[in-house]
């Protein structure tokens, strides 16, 4: 399928609306992310179904530049645990993404409906994910936003693909880099100490994904009152610098000591002694036979329905406050960050008024992009905090 215009540069040849209507039949929003709306489309002359990712420009620059990037990124990506990009077309008010659409569910969801579920199904998963990121990483592509919500079953059937979406925050590791952004649960230790950072950031990632799946735990866990999250994100945020997380009993009983060493691996607070994507692939509860077949099912997911069931309304909360905040008047005492440079080279455009924070209140779980103008009170909570960190 030919692309339609995807020229991002200063030279504009933007499509016309009735190009996208003409080829697509485009449902109603079926989700709602911090950056776009998702449609489930149809091609007209196949009919086959695609999801849509529709950016409004009006929405600001950051939006453009996440749909930019999204483009970018995905251009130059293909694998089969990647959700690829069909059809790009840009009018002067939007930007629409065609991609595959992955009809399966997420992977709390499948872990739930399922009867039996052991170390080897999260070793499968796993190396889906390490096989996914080995490869953006020989491409020197950095996710940056690794999350239990960007993995989906391509579709239902019992040996269904794990895929990765999600992409609007990928980057080029032209050089390490200096943007501190993701989701704050999933943050390795050099963002939240506002380093400079690279590929390692994934694998990080990956190890809070795989305690997850192992436990139905989160590694780093801070009890949250509702209106109290600015203590909340400090003690989080220290307890990552730290590496603050155990194998706790009884949830770790059952697991087997190489899960335990993949997982310390992943999540070594030292960037330069963290393991490799590549490297993972080939350890023993990867590739050999160390994964266990015990059934750990009821003792995860109990875990998940307690914790996960209850992060979603703490988050939903979260964004809604934080709305509140991002309404305020602006400060003129406002905190600076501890590292202005850090806010130079790859920091986001200055805020526009836009719909997209309205949207963005909506969904649960968003990434934070945490390099923010200080005059937005949002911004100001999160420099504070690692201000007081550092």
């Known amino acids: 399928m030919p692309f339609g215009c995807v020229t991002l540069g200063d030279k504009k040849d933007y499509n016309q609306?009735?190009?996208?209507?003409?080829?697509?039949?485009?449902?109603?929003?079926?989700?709602?992310?911090?950056?776009?709306?998702?449609?489930?489309?149809?091609?007209?002359?196949?009919?086959?179904?695609?999801?849509?990712?529709?950016?409004?420009?009006?929405?600001?620059?950051?939006?453009?530049?996440?749909?930019?990037?999204?483009?970018?990124i995905l251009k130059m990506v293909k694998h089969p645990n990647i959700l690829q990009l069909v059809d790009v077309y840009v009018t002067r008010k939007e930007y629409f993404l065609f991609l595959e659409l992955a009809t399966g569910r997420e992977v709390f969801d499948w872990i739930l409906d399922q009867g039996y579920y052991s170390e080897r199904d999260t070793s499968n998963v796993i190396r889906q994910v390490l096989e996914a990121v080995a490869y953006l990483h020989s491409l020197k592509i950095v996710h940056r936003n690794l999350k239990l919500e960007n993995l989906v079953y391509y579709n239902r059937?019992?040996?269904?693909?794990?895929?990765?979406?999600?992409?609007?925050?990928?980057?080029?590791?032209?050089?390490?880099?200096?943007?501190?952004?993701?989701?704050?649960?999933?943050?390795?230790?050099?963002?939240?100490?506002?380093?400079?950072?690279?590929?390692?950031?994934?694998?990080?990632?990956?190890?809070?994904?795989?305690?997850?799946?192992?436990?139905?735990?989160?590694?780093?866990?801070?009890?949250?009152?509702?209106?109290d999250y600015e203590n909340h994100d400090k003690n989080l945020f220290r307890k990552i610098l730290a590496g603050d997380y155990e194998f706790d009993p009884p949830y770790w009983d059952d697991i087997s000591q190489a899960a335990k060493d993949l997982v310390a691996r992943l999540m070594e607070v030292d960037q330069d002694?963290?393991?490799?994507?590549?490297?993972?692939?080939?350890?023993?509860?990867?590739?050999?036979?160390?994964?266990?077949?015990?059934?750990i099912k009821d003792g995860v997911?109990?875990?998940?329905?307690?914790?996960?069931?209850?992060?979603?309304?703490?988050?939903?909360?979260?964004?809604?406050?934080?709305?509140?905040?991002?309404?305020?008047?602006?400060?003129?005492?406002?905190?600076?960050?501890?590292?202005?440079?850090?806010?130079?080279?790859?920091?986001?455009?200055?805020?526009?008024?836009?719909?997209?924070?309205?949207r963005a209140a909506h969904c649960h779980g968003r990434a934070l992009k945490l390099v923010i103008p200080i005059g937005d009170a949002c911004g100001i909570h999160l420099f504070s905090c690692w201000q007081d960190l550092l």
Not at 27 to 54: D, H, M, N, P
Not at 205 to 221: D, E, Q, R, T
């Open 273 to 295: 002694q963290r393991i490799t994507a590549e490297e993972a692939i080939s350890h023993e509860w990867i590739s050999g036979n160390a994964a266990s077949d015990k059934n």
């Open 157 to 227: 059937l019992k040996n269904s693909k794990i895929v990765i979406s999600d992409f609007h925050l990928a980057k080029l590791e032209n050089g390490l880099i200096k943007e501190p952004c993701g989701t704050p649960e999933y943050l390795a230790p050099e963002v939240v100490g506002r380093q400079r950072y690279g590929r390692p950031v994934d694998c990080w990632a990956i190890g809070v994904i795989m305690y997850i799946l192992l436990s139905g735990n989160p590694p780093f866990y801070e009890e949250m009152d509702e209106d």
């Open 301 to 358: 997911c109990a875990q998940i329905e307690k914790n996960f069931a209850r992060a979603k309304w703490k988050k939903a909360v979260r964004v809604t406050t934080m709305m509140k905040r991002l309404r305020a008047p602006e400060h003129t005492d406002a905190v600076k960050p501890a590292t202005p440079a850090a806010a130079t080279t790859d920091s986001a455009s200055p805020t526009e008024t836009t719909s997209a924070p309205q």
């Open 17 to 72: 609306p009735s190009e996208v209507t003409d080829r697509y039949d485009l449902g109603q929003v079926i989700k709602t992310e911090e950056f776009c709306e998702i449609f489930r489309a149809k091609e007209k002359s196949t009919g086959k179904l695609y999801t849509c990712k529709k950016f409004l420009k009006r929405d600001g620059r950051k939006v453009r530049k996440a749909a930019k990037n999204e483009i970018i």
